[in-house]
Nanobody, 125 residues
Framework: QVQLVESGGGSVQAGGSLRLSCEAS????????MGWFRQVPGKEREGVAI????????YYADSVKGRFTISQDNAKNTLYLQMNSLKPEDTAMYYC??????????????????WGQGTQVTVSS
């Protein structure tokens, strides 16, 4: 059973930084997708940053390019999202997700099977 546990959310002023962490357990695959999504009540969920574990490909939403960085620590089975120059519009619930499919499927569909519980990020102006 795949389990994802996020941490690192919180409140920060505009221009500040936060780092989200997602500890994964319950599976052993060499290549798969992991990523960060966010959602604001009343709006569609948005794929923020996605990485192909084992392949190195990355995707960033235009709204976060140059400010957010996705990375992983294989030894700790942990995915990170470093968020810099945060803006009030980055305020959302952030979710870690995993999908055991090829990169092309992950990017084309943004349809991930496994989700964490979410961590709230609030950016004040």
């Amino acid at each position: 059973q795949v389990q994802l546990v996020e941490s690192g959310g919180g409140s920060v002023q505009a221009g500040g930084s936060l780092r989200l962490s997602c500890e994964a357990s319950g599976y052993t695959y060499n290549s798969y997708c992991m990523g960060w999504f966010r959602q604001v009540p009343g709006k569609e969920r948005e794929g923020v940053a996605i990485m192909y574990i084992g392949g190195g490909s990355t995707y960033y939403a235009d709204s976060v390019k140059g400010r957010f960085t996705i990375s992983q620590d294989n030894a700790k089975n942990t995915l990170y999202l470093q968020m810099n120059s945060l803006k009030p519009e980055d305020t959302a619930m952030y979710y870690c997700a995993a999908e055991l499919s090829p990169w092309t499927f992950c990017i084309a569909t943004m349809d991930f099977d496994y989700w964490g519980q979410g961590t709230q990020v609030t950016v004040s102006s």
